[in-house]
């Protein structure tokens, strides 16, 4: 478990290669990771990205004078290797931590009206950190919280290595531990539908308990929230793309592999449109699908196990208002089909009004639905919520879907996801819906390509980089 202090700083890196080379196929976080990882230890790297950008399913775009991020996301002070990651780029003060866990919670569902609440954290040990939020969290009965208090201690007392989690469902596991839908809904759901992008009874017990067991049951400070005050491209395209062209990597984009096999020397060729690279080793830091159908054959024992690893969307509304409607930098919501409201004004270089965006994680039945349908939806709910929306001016609207944001984290989904291993020699896979432990979020996306980087150098025979995160600081 973490001690939820700052990760080690890395050390200024001069490149210098050995010979040895290596391709990594993706431009996102894992496949960043990969790169950097492999250059610092001294091998010639070229990372291959078919966008035109860096960063994966974490990027911005442009929208007028607006710098949107397509989807809001946020770390937690016990994603270490996220940390490190961010340090690695020098991004770290970008993106801080909130000094201690607090989270607004507001209900609009009761009668008398809207009701705020806090989930906050106090400088107490584990599990007392947390008692006083519970103890007068105004959104539970009193026998609510203390069933919920149980159900804690419960899920502190299970072993993460216990396959046995990974086959049943979270919401199963918290019915029969005296959980009211109130307690899921005004709590469980309301951490883990935004850390695993799907409810208690679609979820993994495993990855639920990992959840919550590092998050909230590890260290005081685990939970403790950061994000970017910045555009994410600003993050993983511009100061990563910075980063790998110190380290030497050769970063191309709007390059798309076409196909990966072992040529007749006993080295790699990939090709893009137009040339043939050699490397000694291969990353596919891809999703899923897409790795699928680079595979070459004999690659992984059960190749058809990544088309069973399903996905999951996420949805984010975007309203910008003429005026100042939250003074807060963000809440989560509940009696209402919101779930998480963030203030992205300054973030977006918006110079007057108030840009809102309202991340919808699990979000199978608005994926799809058109923009005027959503509209209509969700502005009335933030007229709920925050009453100073009811006179303010919506000057703009919009929607982005990341139908495939995640891999879907149900039960069983464990003994589907494949280590950075493959069996064949000096192939090598990334990303965050590879066998890391932790649901799909950015912090599982560098674990992964870590955990890349690792094999690769050992059969490469290169010692690893001093700096690299070390995976078993939070295993």
Request: hydrophobic share 40%.
């Amino acid at each position: 478990m973490t001690d939820g202090t700052r990760p080690e700083q890395p050390q200024p890196h001069t490149p210098g290669h050995t010979g040895r080379s290596a391709v990594v196929v993706g431009g996102g976080l894992a496949g960043i990771t990969a790169a950097l990882a492999l250059a610092d230890a001294g091998v010639h790297v070229t990372l291959l990205e078919g966008r035109p950008r860096l960063g994966g399913l974490a990027f911005s775009f442009q929208r007028g004078e607006l710098t949107v991020d397509n989807g809001q996301h946020v770390y937690l002070r016990c994603c270490t290797a996220y940390r490190w990651f961010l340090d690695r780029i020098e991004g770290t003060a970008l993106a801080p931590l909130q000094d201690r866990l607090d989270v607004p919670v507001l209900d609009v569902a009761k009668p008398e009206g809207r009701r705020l609440g806090r989930l906050r954290r106090d400088p107490l040990p584990v599990p007392l950190h947390l008692g006083r939020s519970l103890a007068t969290y105004p959104h539970l009965s009193l026998a609510e919280r203390a069933a919920v208090g149980r159900a804690a201690l419960a899920l502190q007392g299970l072993d993460l290595a216990d396959p046995t989690l990974d086959s049943q469902d979270f919401g199963s596991w918290l019915a029969a531990h005296g959980q009211s839908a109130r307690a899921v809904e005004a709590l469980w759901d309301l951490v883990g539908v935004a850390t695993l992008n799907a409810v208690a009874g679609d979820a993994s017990l495993g990855l639920a308990a990992m959840v919550f067991k590092t998050g909230l049951l590890s260290d005081r400070g685990a939970a403790d929230i950061g994000w970017a005050r910045v555009p994410l491209g600003e993050l993983h395209d511009r100061l990563a793309r910075k980063a790998l062209d110190s380290a030497g990597v050769r970063t191309e984009v709007r390059t798309r592999v076409t196909s990966v096999s072992m040529n007749g020397n006993g080295r790699w060729s990939v090709q893009v449109p137009g040339e043939t690279l050699e490397s000694d080793a291969v990353v596919l830091a891809v999703p899923q699908r897409e790795t699928h159908d680079l595979l070459p054959d004999g690659a992984l024992d059960a190749p058809d196990q990544l088309l069973g690893i399903g996905t999951a969307p996420i949805l984010n509304v975007h309203v910008v208002y003429d005026r100042r409607v939250l003074t807060k930098p963000f809440f989560a919501a509940l009696g209402t089909p919101v779930q998480w409201v963030f203030d992205r004004t300054e973030a977006s270089g918006l110079t007057s009004g108030q840009y809102l965006a309202v991340s919808q994680s699990a979000a199978q039945d608005d994926i799809d639905t058109p923009v005027a349908a959503l509209r209509e939806r969700y502005l009335p709910e933030l007229e709920r919520l925050l009453p100073a929306t009811r006179g303010a001016e919506v000057r703009d609207f919009f929607v982005t879907r990341e139908r495939t944001a995640t891999f879907a984290p149900t039960p069983g989904v464990g003994r589907l996801r494949p280590g950075a291993r493959t069996r064949t020699p000096g192939l090598y896979l990334a990303g965050a819906w590879t066998a890391t432990g932790w649901p799909a979020t950015m912090e599982s996306a560098v674990r992964s390509g870590v955990s890349a980087a690792d094999a690769a150098l050992n059969a490469l025979g290169r010692p690893r980089p001093r700096h690299l995160f070390e995976l078993e600081e939070a295993a």
